[in-house]
């Protein structure tokens, strides 16, 4: 009311249009909330985020194979070569060199593979495997393992 000393309170979502709370509420921003126990909006935490403009009460955790930073607007696709296997991750994990994933928003270690030109070998990635260069002659696609190549230790023409 005009000339009241009263405030006004915001739902769950909206904040204040001003410090004095006089000038009515408007919705919390992309990447923000405020609950029933807040006086304004606050950032989501990292691995989380809100839809834009949507007067939210609370942030969601980002899903496997996306993350977030604090107050981000949305969950950001992991680039490849990175994945995140949890939910609500904050950044995602890089691949160790070579490896590599095929795809971006991987959400699993095990999508690591050897780049093409390279060969698995040794075990998995999460096995401790490494990435060996392609032998002269040899076509090793994204993903090769040793145990997918033709035998090492026949000569080509001369089959058994």
């Known amino acids: 009311l005009e000339g009241s000393s009263e405030c006004a309170t915001c739902l769950p979502g ?11 509420c408007s919705p919390c ?14 950032n ?4 989380t985020s809100t839809t834009a403009n949507s ?10 194979g996306r993350f977030s930073n604090a107050g981000s607007p949305e969950c950001t696709f992991c680039r490849r070569g990175t994945y995140a ?11 160790r060199e070579p490896f590599s994933t095929l795809d971006i928003a991987q959400a699993n270690s095990t999508s690591c593979k050897c780049p093409a030109g390279m060969y698995g070998k040794g075990g998995t990635y999460t096995e401790g495997g490494v990435c060996e260069p392609c032998l002269t002659g040899m076509e ?5 393992h040793v145990d997918a190549l033709p035998s090492l230790d026949k000569e080509p ?4």
């Not at 921003?29 to 606050?42: D, H, I, R, V, Y």
């Not at 090793?140 to 090769?144: A, L, T």
Request: net charge negative.
């Open 157 to 160: 023409g001369h089959d058994e």
């Open 140 to 144: 090793c696609p994204f993903g090769s």
């Open 29 to 42: 921003a992309a990447g923000t909330f405020k609950n029933e126990s807040m006086q304004g909006c606050e």
């Open 44 to 47: 989501c935490a990292a691995g």
């Open 85 to 95: 296997e949890r939910i609500g991750q904050g950044a995602c994990v890089a691949c």
């Open 14 to 24: 909206w904040r204040p249009l001003n410090s004095s709370n006089s000038g009515g």
């Open 55 to 64: 007067a939210a009460k609370y942030c969601s955790l980002c899903e496997s």
